[in-house]
């Protein structure tokens, strides 16, 4: 149950219905990251979406061979859905500033989900 009320709290999902919440959580799974871990690289290809539970992460972009933060996102905050809903690579890397436990969504799975519930 508490997944289903966090899931509720994220603005991206605060419109689902019970049922669409009750199938958003069948395709997470938590992940946990120490500070420093990158959780992707830019130009990689996405095939998850995440949501963070706790801590916080930087989204980074190169820039002449250094690195730029360009965000720092915290609880509740969502990253990488447009690599999974647009099927491109990664557009920057996020790295985790502090100990972080996240939601990874499948991004096949959640394509089908969209697919399949046209009013998502």
Known sequence: ??????LKKV???SSFELEDLLGLKEITATRSCKAGDFIFH??????HAYIIVSGCV?????DAGREKIIATLEK????????IIENEPRSAAVRAKSDCVLLSIDGFEFRTMI???AEL
Do not use: N
């Open 76 to 83: 509740t905050a969502y990253f990488g859905e447009m690599a």
């Open 115 to 117: 697919k399949t519930h």
């Open 42 to 47: 830019e130009g990689e290809s996405g095939s």
């Open 1 to 6: 149950m508490e997944i289903l009320i966090f």
């Open 58 to 62: 930087e989204v980074i972009k190169a």
């Open 11 to 13: 603005p991206l999902f």
